[in-house]
T-cell receptor
Framework: SQQGEEDPQALSIQEGENATMNCSYK?????LQWYRQNSGRGLVHLIL?????REKHSGRLRVTLDTSKKSSSLLITASRAADTASYFC?????????FGKGTLLTVNP | DAGVIQSPRHEVTEMGQEVTLRCKPI?????LFWYRQTMMRGLELLIY????????DSGMPEDRFSAKMPNASFSTLKIQPSEPRDSAVYFC?????????FGPGTRLTVL
């Protein structure tokens, strides 16, 4: 079963713009993680936010978590063509992750 | 470290054949996960191990699927007999904490 549901399913922006992706989840979690997948590759961990945190930053990434709404958002600032990929959120509990279906981000040069 | 290693990278087989996928986790990681990714169902957790012991296999689709981890540096996922609906990309991931490190995947096509 899917834990996270990302929104939108696809997003196309111009280089330099910001990209925001949202995620909703269903059950209780210890943490919420975001991963990136380039076409034909494995997933790469981007950032983790714990259930007692509300916001976290890492470079051009900003993640928020609202446990009352069971939702999270990932903001990528000043996007680059190299950011083109699929982005997945995953709810973590006891080392087990349940992934959503992802948002396909296309950054046009 | 070379990261998580999976083999083969591509496998094409005929319905009814046995398929074995292999994974070498990152040294020192005590968790190993097998996932399946399809367009229709997304990324699904099949089974995961902790210190070589299967902890949760509730995602294994049916008895045709089996997984083993005979030691800390090797795991296999076996499908016997294979069916066309098993066609997917199978990922192995390992971790020592909350973050997981994924291998490049095995693209399986069952004709």
């Amino acid at each position: 079963s899917q834990q996270g549901e990302e929104d939108p399913q696809a997003l196309s922006i111009q280089e330099g713009e910001n990209a925001t992706m949202n995620c909703s989840y269903k059950t209780s979690i210890n943490n919420l993680q975001w991963y990136r997948q380039n076409s034909g590759r494995g997933l790469v961990h981007l950032i983790l936010i714990r259930s007692n945190e509300r916001e976290k930053h890492s470079g051009r990434l900003r993640v928020t978590l609202d446990t009352s709404k069971k939702s999270s958002s990932l903001l990528i600032t000043a996007s680059r063509a190299a950011d083109t990929a699929s982005y997945f959120c995953a709810g973590g509990s006891n080392y087990k992750l349940t992934f959503g279906k992802g948002t396909l981000l296309t950054v046009n040069p | 470290d070379a990261g998580v290693i999976q083999s083969p990278r591509h496998e094409v087989t005929e319905m009814g054949q046995e398929v074995t996928l292999r994974c070498k986790p990152i040294s020192g990681h005590d968790y190993l996960f097998w996932y399946r990714q399809t367009m229709m169902r997304g990324l699904e957790l099949l089974i995961y191990f902790n210190n070589n012991v299967p902890i949760d296999d509730s995602g294994m689709p049916e008895d045709r699927f089996s997984a083993k981890m005979p030691n800390a540096s090797f795991s296999t996922l076996k499908i016997q007999p294979s069916e066309p609906r098993d066609s997917a990309v199978y990922f192995c991931a390992s971790g020592g904490g909350d973050e997981q490190f994924f291998g490049p995947g095995t693209r399986l096509t069952v004709l």
